[in-house]
Structure formats: C-alpha cells, structure tokens
C-alpha cells in the first residue's frame, strides 16, 4: 500500500525572498500588461475613428458634388479600393437602379436610408478581396450615398502597434523580474542578516553577536529596520542574562566550596569517631550542624535569587505597614540583644500595595538582619514607615560603622560583601534578593549614609 505525499512535497516551500521576488514581478508585470492592453485598445480605437471621420467627410463631398447624378458608381477605383475612396449613389426604388450593377453592397438597409427611414450607419465589407469599411447615409431627394475605404491598412497599424506593446510588455515584466528581485534582496537584507545572527548564535552560543545596522540613525526607521534593532536590544539583554547567570554559577560553586569541604571533613572525623573524645567528637558534631545549616541558608537563597518574578496569583492588596510590624517583631526574637525601634506614619497604618506578603516579608527580614549584623550593641535599629496609599516609603537605618564609598555600588551585587564584613556570617546574598523581591514589586531599593553615621536603605513603593 502506497502513501500519499504530503502537500508539502508535492509544492516544495520556496524561500521568502524568492517569494517576494515573484510576488513584486507579478504585480508589477499585471499592471504593465495592463497598461499595454488598454493602450492597445485606445490606438486601435483611435484608428477606427480616425477612418470614420475620413468616410464621414467623404461622404460630404460626395453629397455636395454628386448630387445631380444619377446612380451608379460615381468615384474611385473600388474594384481595387484604391484612393479617393469608392462612391455609389443608390435610390430608394430598386426600379431606378442602373443597369450596370453596383459595387458596393446593396441591402434594404441602403434602400430605407435612401428612402429617409434610417439614419446612417457603417458596415464592414470585403471587396477585392480586401477588408473594407462602408458609410451609408442620405443624400435627399430619395437617394443615398455609399463611401467605402480599405480597412486592412488600419488592421496593419493595429497589429504594428500590438506587436511594438508586446515588445515593451515583454520588456516590462523581465525588468519587473529584476526589480522584484532588487527590491526584495533589498527590503529583506536585515531579515537575511538576523537569520545569519541567530543561525550563529545558535552554531556558537555566544549572544555577543549583533546585527548590522545602517550607519547612522534616520529620523524615520522603517520596520525591517526597527526588528533588527528590537532584535539587537533582545541579544543585549540575553547576554546579559547570560553573563549573570554564569556569574551566579560561578560565585555559588566558588561559595559552596568552602563549606562542603568543611562538611566532608568534619563527616570524615565523625567517620573515625572512635578514635576521638568525646569533646571532639561534640566540636565535631556541633561544626558539622553549623555547616549544613550554613549550607542549607546558602541554597534557600540561591533558589530565591532564581526566582524573577512573583507568581500572579500569589498578588494581592497588603497592609505594608502589619508585615513591617510583623518583620520586625522577628527580628526582635531573632537578635534579642539589638534594639529595634518602629515609628508608623498615621497616614501609613492602613496603606496597601500590590504583592506577596511572604516575600515582603522576606525583603524586610534581609534588611533588618542586615542593620542588626553591623549595629554596635546597645545602639537600636530603627525602622519607619511614612507615605500614603501609592507612594509609602519604609526606611531600616542601623549606627554601624556606614558603607564605604568604594563599596557603595556594589551593595546589591550577588555573593559581594565589604571588607569589614568578610569576618561576619552571611553569604552575600541577602541585599541581593532584597533588591530584586523590591523590583519583582516595582518598588526601589536604595541605600545610602545616615545622617550622624551609619547606613539606611530606602524601600519606595510609587
């Protein structure tokens, strides 16, 4: 049993640029055959009138000049239709014919123009073997005229300008052909340079690469133009992203190593824990429960760092100012030794933002600990929260020693920690998940020096 072909195969896929080749060359060659077809019509036309108005004007000579004779052949050599043109004048009574017979055809149509029951009209005759074209009309006094010309030399003028409109047709669509070719490598050559980007990126993945754009920014950029510039912007950002993500591998592996090769040590001591005391093996034992609480923090963070947005069905109305007062009460349990004092705007108590308040929350936690983990004992940390509903701002101001100029722009930078808190615990993470759970929320996070010394770090909601 035989398979069909899919359509697929039967009418391959050309490319788009041969596409738009043929679709630009077919319009183009409709249009110019369409015009040569309607020049056709008009020249042939035009010729057509132009013999009628001849016949026309002689048959008004014939009428002034032979109205006094009888009928018959009165002009021209019509057994060869040569020039003047042939005349006949025949009456409305076949009785009055001649006995020499006419030339021209006589029908009861001549007889009621004769007769002045029909206006004029034209026919098309041969004669000597000769296409021709005849004008009837009346002459008065129960007579009509017939004026006959030749008709092929027009047919000749015809078929000359058709074959000149075929050449010019022909003409037209093979430079249509190579105009849709032009425009269509034209239009799409920052298509065929984003294909080549993407196909090496995709070869080398390396985001590096950039598309080519004309020199120069014109004022206006048409759409090929504006993609490639979108798509340029989009390989920033991957590269970006790119370049964080192997940064965060980097700095992780690097952060985690300290800590397991600690762990693997202190499980080989346990290992051979016959061989140890007893306080060794509780120094052991306590230093391998630190570590892999160390540890665990270290992941929990790394997971959150990972995360980028929050989900939107977690988002809802929260009362800044009861997860603020809820952060805070941790903290308290959490650092029972550090004071912390909570100032809330009235105006504030009953503001709400869009967001999860486990990751508010969260974001609070990592500054409080933070301004706890510098501040001098017996020096409090203090936290406000001030503004209205759309604009509230909450402030965790410590008096710790401040953050150094030099360390001031990296506050937020993954696994970055100062020199005077290389001796503190922490991985040097939490600033950076605080920031980024305050972008997840279109809020900024800023940190500066307090006045009198120390450090505050500003949470905006706007």
């Given at each position: 049993m035989t398979r069909r072909s899919p359509a697929g195969?039967?009418?391959?896929?050309?490319?788009?640029?041969?596409?738009?080749?043929?679709?630009?060359?077919?319009?183009?060659?409709?249009?110019?055959?369409g015009v040569c077809g309607a020049a056709f019509l008009v020249i042939r036309h035009q010729l057509l009138h132009q013999l009628d108005l001849h016949l026309t004007q002689s048959a008004r000579l014939a009428a002034q000049q032979y109205r006094h004779e009888p009928p018959g052949v009165v002009q021209g050599e019509c057994r060869y239709l040569a020039a003047p043109a042939c005349t006949q004048l025949v009456p409305a009574r076949p009785g009055d014919d001649p006995a020499t017979p006419y030339l021209l055809p006589v029908t009861a149509a001549t007889r009621q123009v004769a007769a002045g029951a029909r206006g004029p009209y034209l026919s098309e005759i041969r004669l000597a073997g000769h296409r021709a074209r005849m004008l009837t009309?009346?002459?008065?006094?129960?007579?009509?005229?017939?004026?006959?010309?030749?008709?092929?030399?027009?047919?000749?003028?015809?078929?000359?300008?058709?074959?000149?409109?075929?050449?010019?047709?022909?003409?037209?669509?093979?430079?249509?052909?190579l105009l849709g070719f032009w425009v269509s490598r034209t239009g799409l050559a920052p298509v065929a340079r984003l294909t080549a980007t993407a196909e090496r990126i995709a070869a080398t993945r390396d985001a590096r690469h950039r598309i080519e754009l004309p020199a120069g920014r014109p004022r206006r950029e048409d759409e090929i133009t504006r993609l490639a510039g979108s798509f340029n912007t989009m390989l920033a950002e991957l590269e970006k992203s790119v370049t964080a993500q192997r940064r965060l591998v980097a700095d992780a592996s690097h952060e985690l190593r300290t800590p397991l090769t600690a762990l693997r040590t202190n499980a080989e001591l346990l290992a051979r824990a016959d061989r140890l005391t007893e306080a060794q093996r509780d120094r052991a034992a306590g230093a391998l429960g630190r570590q892999l609480r160390e540890v665990t923090v270290l992941v929990n963070d790394l997971i959150e760092l990972a995360r980028e947005e929050e989900p939107d069905p977690l988002v809802e109305d929260v009362e800044l100012a009861a997860v603020v007062t809820h952060a805070v009460d941790a903290a308290r349990d959490h650092w029972p030794h550090v004071p912390?004092?909570?100032?809330?705007?009235?105006?504030?108590?009953?503001?709400?933002?869009?967001?999860?308040?486990?990751?508010?929350?969260?974001?609070?936690?990592?500054?409080?600990?933070?301004?706890?983990?510098?501040?001098?004992?017996?020096?409090?940390?203090?936290?406000?929260?001030t503004g209205a509903a759309g604009r509230l701002t909450a402030e965790v101001r410590d008096h710790g020693p401040g953050i150094a100029e030099e360390d001031l722009p990296h506050v937020f930078d993954r696994f970055y920690r100062a020199r005077a808190a290389r001796a503190l615990p922490g991985s040097g993470l939490g600033l950076a998940?605080?920031?980024?759970?305050?972008?997840?929320?279109?809020?900024?996070?800023?940190a500066g020096h307090a006045p009198g010394g120390g450090a505050v770090f500003r949470l905006r909601f706007s």
């Open positions: 195969a039967r009418w391959p896929r050309h490319r788009l640029r041969t596409r738009l080749t043929l679709a630009a060359s077919a319009a183009v060659a409709v249009v110019v055959l009309t009346s002459l008065g006094g129960g007579r009509a005229v017939q004026v006959a010309v030749r008709a092929d030399t027009v047919d000749q003028g015809v078929r000359r300008a058709a074959g000149l409109l075929a050449a010019v047709g022909a003409g037209g669509v093979a430079l249509a052909g912390f004092t909570l100032d809330i705007a009235p105006d504030a108590r009953t503001a709400t933002v869009a967001g999860v308040p486990a990751r508010l929350s969260r974001l609070l936690s990592c500054l409080l600990d933070n301004a706890a983990k510098f501040s001098p004992a017996g020096r409090p940390v203090q936290v406000t929260l998940m605080a920031r980024q759970i305050a972008r997840a929320h279109r809020a900024e996070l800023t």
